[in-house]
């Protein structure tokens, strides 16, 4: 059994860095693909029993099973990114944002629209978002009646 560990670990030190290569020109971070060699080097190490007795056959089966890892890799990517994609959508649909709003409060002082987003956006009291800003609870209530009456006043202001 240490002799065919042996071995495997000449090819793994033999065939590392064409690995990374491998992956490195198959995927778009570099970290993937050095996650992918280790993700590749465990599955040899499981199935050392099936490694091939030729040298040329042995890296011709690593590529092999390295190249069933990219292809779970992709599949995963692609359902990682179609969840994202549906998430993004119905997101769209279930949270409506009231035209104009949006941008009345993007021209609101940083203190104060903090404020208003935490109040009204996150469903946080005055008090608390208060304490997450950092901010005197007093102090914090002065910013957010000064927000909601710059906001009624901007609001009304593109109604007309």
Request: hydrophobic share 40%; no cysteine.
């Amino acid at each position: 059994m240490t002799a065919r560990h042996d071995r495997m670990r000449s090819l793994v030190e033999e065939n590392a860095s064409d690995l990374l290569h491998y992956f490195t020109r198959r995927v778009a971070l570099p970290e993937d693909a050095a996650d992918l060699v280790g993700e590749t080097m465990l599955t040899v190490w499981r199935r050392v029993a099936d490694l091939p007795r030729d040298d040329v056959k042995a890296r011709m089966w690593m590529f092999g099973v390295a190249r069933k890892v990219l292809s779970n890799h992709q599949r995963g990517r692609q359902r990682s990114v179609a969840l994202a994609e549906r998430l993004r959508d119905e997101l769209r649909v279930a949270v409506p944002q009231p035209s104009g709003v949006l941008d009345v409060i993007e021209t609101l002082p940083e203190t104060q629209r903090e404020l208003i987003l935490l109040v009204h956006g996150d469903g946080f009291s005055i008090t608390d978002a208060a304490k997450l800003t950092h901010t005197n609870p007093s102090t914090a209530r002065t910013r957010y009646a000064t927000a909601l009456a710059s906001l009624r006043e901007a609001l009304i202001k593109t109604d007309h």
